[in-house]
């Protein structure tokens, strides 16, 4: 699987909440429990308001539902600079 460079924490706050289901948390933010579960996994970043709206489910600010990873980041632009490079 590819590294992530945005990570969360939703499985976990779920869990915490008395074991939220996705299709739960999907009604109370306005999406589908296949988005939810595609955010959960990382395979969809969310809009910003949807981030905020996961946030303020749990009673959390936002950096303890959501992580950037600025390292990986900044690792996969120098490998997409030097493919490009290569060209």
Do not use: C
């Amino acid at each position: 699987m590819a590294n992530r460079r945005l990570s969360n924490t939703i499985r976990t706050l779920r869990f915490h909440a008395h074991e939220m289901t996705q299709a739960e948390l999907g009604e109370r933010i306005g999406v589908t429990r296949q988005t939810v579960a595609a955010i959960e996994q990382g395979k969809y970043s969310p809009t910003l308001e949807t981030a905020f709206r996961i946030a303020d489910v749990f009673g959390v600010p936002l950096e303890e539902v959501f992580q950037w990873n600025e390292a990986q980041a900044a690792a996969e632009v120098r490998d997409v600079d030097a493919a490009r490079s290569r060209r």
